[in-house]
Structures are given as C-alpha cells and as structure tokens.
T-cell receptor
C-alpha cells in the first residue's frame, strides 16, 4: 500500500496564478482532510470531506476550494494564489467511525507564492 | 483563537530518562485526543490516543494522561531514546470529527 500520496512535492507560484494539489489514498478511507502548517501555528484544517461528493469548511477555508469526485482522491485548489498561502500543505485520511480515529498523513507539499 | 495549546516549543531530555510533553485545551466539547510525531520533511504519524471517558492510555513506552477538569493532557515517554527526537503534536477532535492541532513541541533526546 502506498498510503497517502501528494502531488506535487514542491511548487513555486507567482501571485495570482492558480494550481491544484492532488491527494490520493489507497486505504479505502471515507474521511479526507487538507491542512496547512505554518511556523508557530501548528496544523490548521482548511477543508475536509466525509465521503465522495461531499466537502466541508475547516478553520481556514478562505482562498481555497476542494473537490472529492472519487473516494480515493481529494483535490485542493488555489484559484488566485497570494503570498499568505505560502505554507506546507498536508493531506490526511481516516476511517469514518473506527477508533482510535487516527489520521494518516501524506508527506506534504511545500508551496511558495512570490 | 488556538483551542489546543502546547506551551513548550522545545524540550531536551537525556537518553533513558522520562520525557513529559504537555498540552492544554479550551473546548469542553472535545471528546477524543491524539498525539502525533513528526520528523522533518515527513507527514505526522499517529502515536497514541485517548477517549475523553478515560484518564490514561498506555502503549509500550508511551502513556497519555487526561485531566478533564483541568483540560490538560500529557504524553510520557519512558525511557526516552534518541530515535524519539522529533516534533510532537497534540490534537483534539470534536463530535463533528474536526481535528484541532497544537503548535508542536520539539523533543531532543540526548545520547
């Protein structure tokens, strides 16, 4: 099993450009999440999905959109990148109702917006 | 406002001694708590968890303690090993399955 994979690993964008981050999981998990990690801020939830075709907002959703067209994939889109979106982005997945509810994380995508 | 707080950014411990990492939270609706470990350039990996109906959970060298009245949990690592050197994140889950993470504590175990 590959677990949770993220594409790309690194990206540099100019202000105003758009991009999509792809997350894929092969564990048949129902829940998937997108986080961003910034220095001194820990991980903050951007959006999450409780199943195929459903998404919900997390703590910091502004400036991002997501889609979950297939159960194994969760896409994070930046329509018009801003320097404030420079961060490390982590995707995670988990079973829906199975303790200990742990999330499995991908290796991260380092995004720089200039 | 940060609902999960880890007030110690870093901790150094001698190999073989006990490491104690602390975490405080503000939301009384949190019903599940987890600890994650993170190495540089990798995603966090799950370490141990505890339900709000318990006050202790043990897994090998790792024990998590929960004090609901104080809204405080701690992770004990005994004995500490150099391979435990990493950043440790505390996380809490609400009934809606949203997770809230602390800012992390960087643990260094000195050989």
């Amino acid at each position: 099993n590959a677990g949770v994979t993220q594409t790309p690993k690194f990206r540099v964008l100019k202000t105003g450009q758009s991009m999509t981050l792809l997350c894929a999981q092969d564990m048949n998990h129902e829940y998937m999440y997108w986080y961003r990690q910034d220095p001194g801020m820990g991980l903050r939830l951007i959006h999450y999905s409780v199943g195929e075709g459903t998404t919900a907002k997390g703590e910091v959703p502004d400036g991002y959109n997501v889609s979950r067209l297939k159960k194994q994939n969760f896409l994070l889109g930046l329509e018009s990148a801003a320097p404030s979106q420079t961060s490390v982005y982590f995707c995670a997945s988990s079973y829906r109702l199975r303790q200990p509810y742990e999330q499995y994380f991908g290796p991260g995508t380092r995004l720089t917006v200039t | 406002d940060q609902q999960v707080k880890q007030n110690s950014p870093s901790l150094s411990v001698q190999e073989g001694r006990i490491s104690i990492l602390n975490c405080d939270y503000t939301n009384s609706m949190f019903d599940y708590f987890l600890w994650y470990k993170k190495y540089p350039a990798e995603g966090p990996t799950f370490l141990i968890s505890i339900s709000s109906i318990k006050d202790k959970n043990e897994d090998g060298r790792f024990t998590v303690f929960l004090n609901k009245s104080a809204k405080h949990l701690s992770l004990h690592i005994v004995p500490s090993q150099p391979g435990d050197s990493a950043v440790y994140f505390c996380a809490a889950s609400d009934p809606g399955n949203q997770f809230y993470f602390g800012t992390g504590t960087s643990l260094t175990v000195i050989p």
